[in-house]
Every structure is written in C-alpha cells, then in structure tokens.
C-alpha cells in the first residue's frame, strides 16, 4: 500500500510559477514510477507528466513541454512538478500517482495508487 498527498496548488497570474509536491509513504518508493495527472472540469483525466525509478526517463506531454519539470527525491519519498509558464488552460486539479514499473506509463489504468488532488487556478 502506498499513500500518496499532493500539495503545492493554489491560484496564480498567468505567466506565474507553483511547485506541486507529492510525499509518498508506505512501501518502497523507488520500486515505483511516478506520474502527475490534471483532470480539468467536463475533461478526461489526463497525463502531465511522468518519471521512472531513478529518474532517467521523463515523459511530458506536449502541452507542458518546456514549462513544466518532474523531478524526485527517492531519499525523501517525495516527487514533484515545477510548473512556470502557467497559462489559463492549466487549471484543473492536479494528482499524483504510483505505477509499480522499471519503465513509464502514461494511461492512467496503469497507475496503482493515487493521491487526492490538489487544485490549481491559474488566473487570465
């Protein structure tokens, strides 16, 4: 079992910048990729972006390409999302998630655990 609590979100100006953050307990956090997903209201949840164990694979999606960065502290059991850039169409709740996985996954039928999101306004 591995809880997971997403923190970090709030209301910002477009152009601005927030780092979301996600602490992990439970079992071993290495063992697992980690995945931030959005879920904007009336749209599919959708994948952001994605980290395996040790970091040496990240995944974006497009729209975020260039502003946002995943990052991880296997020592502190936590990952995060650095969002700059931030436009309007970024806001939408934000949640974690683990995937028991050497690789990444971007569905999120893949994912095992999730946290409970964490919402993010940006404001035009």
């Known amino acids: 079992q591995v809880q997971l609590v997403e923190s970090g979100g709030g209301l910002v100006q477009a152009g601005g910048s927030l780092r979301l953050s996600c602490a992990a307990s439970?079992?071993?956090?290495?063992?697992?990729?980690m995945g931030w997903f959005r879920q904007a209201p009336g749209k599919e949840r959708e994948i952001v972006a994605a980290i395996s164990r040790s970091s040496s694979i990240t995944y974006y999606a497009d729209s975020v390409k260039g502003r946002f960065t995943i990052s991880r502290d296997n020592a502190k059991n936590t990952v995060y999302l650095q969002m700059n850039s931030l436009k309007p169409e970024d806001t939408a709740v934000y949640y974690c998630a683990a995937d028991y996985t050497a690789l990444i996954r971007t569905t999120s039928y893949n994912y095992d655990y999730w946290g409970q999101g964490t919402q993010v306004t940006v404001s035009s």
């Open positions: 439970g079992r071993t956090f290495s063992s697992y990729a």
